[in-house]
């Protein structure tokens, strides 16, 4: 199974900051991934796909990159409801799926 | 607007079942599949199955095959998740979510909190 490594595990920061979360996995997914936001108490809430591919209605101070095992979700300018967890999915050649462990944003 | 209503929160006993519903409305339920993941509190999201709404084949993550079955009502475009054998590590917030075109997840139900205690 494809295993997905998220860093950090947990990430301190303030309003107006610029932060990256990395997404790695065991082997390449062909840009076969996604990125969520769940905040506590409620579902996930999916904002990338495909990578790179904003999710209708996401803010644009979003974005993803990367490619073959190596990938990234960017926050531009951070704002006081992006504090949450992040999880990254991947779906290539599924079953199975799988999550990344998680990283919560915190407000530094 | 596509949407998943699950069934309310449920207490069980070990050893007992559970059975989980999922009500989606607003987009055609034959066109697309259901995914079930768990959260166990404190804890990261976990796939457990995928069912078609179309023909109802499913796919389950190897930990789950043998305690869990995925259905669909398409008359009520309704699917359902059942847990067997239910141990106290199974105390979770299930999850079901539409999967779109190769396999993201949106979007998804409001999440049935399940409690295995004796």
């Known amino acids: 199974d494809i295993q997905l490594t998220q860093s950090p595990s947990s990430l301190s920061a303030s309003v107006g900051d610029r932060i990256t979360i990395t997404c790695r996995a065991s082997q390449d997914i062909r840009n076969s991934l996604a990125w969520y936001q769940q905040k506590p108490g409620k579902a996930p809430n999916l904002l990338l796909y495909?990578?790179?591919r904003l999710e209708s209605g996401v803010p644009s101070r979003f974005s993803g990159s990367g490619s073959g095992t190596d990938y990234t979700l960017t926050i531009s300018s951070l704002q006081p409801e992006d504090f949450a967890t992040y999880y990254c999915q991947q779906y290539f050649n599924p079953p199975p799926y799988t999550f990344g462990q998680g990283t919560r944003l915190e407000i530094k | 607007q596509a949407q998943l209503v699950q069934s309310g929160a449920e207490v069980k006993k070990p050893g007992a079942s559970v059975k989980v519903s999922c009500k989606a409305s607003?987009?055609?339920?034959?066109?697309?599949?259901i995914t079930w993941v768990r959260q166990a509190p404190g804890h990261g999201l976990e796939w457990m199955a995928r069912i078609s709404g179309y023909n109802g084949n499913a796919n389950y993550a190897q930990k789950f095959q043998d305690r869990v079955t995925l259905t669909i009502d398409t008359s009520t475009t309704t699917a359902y998740m059942e847990l067997r054998s239910l141990r106290s590590d199974d105390t979770a917030v299930y999850y079901c979510a539409r999967a779109q075109g190769s396999g993201w997840f949106d979007p998804w139900g409001q999440g049935t909190l399940v409690t295995v205690s004796s």
């Open positions: 495909a990578a790179s």
């Open positions: 607003g987009y055609m339920f034959t066109t697309y599949a």
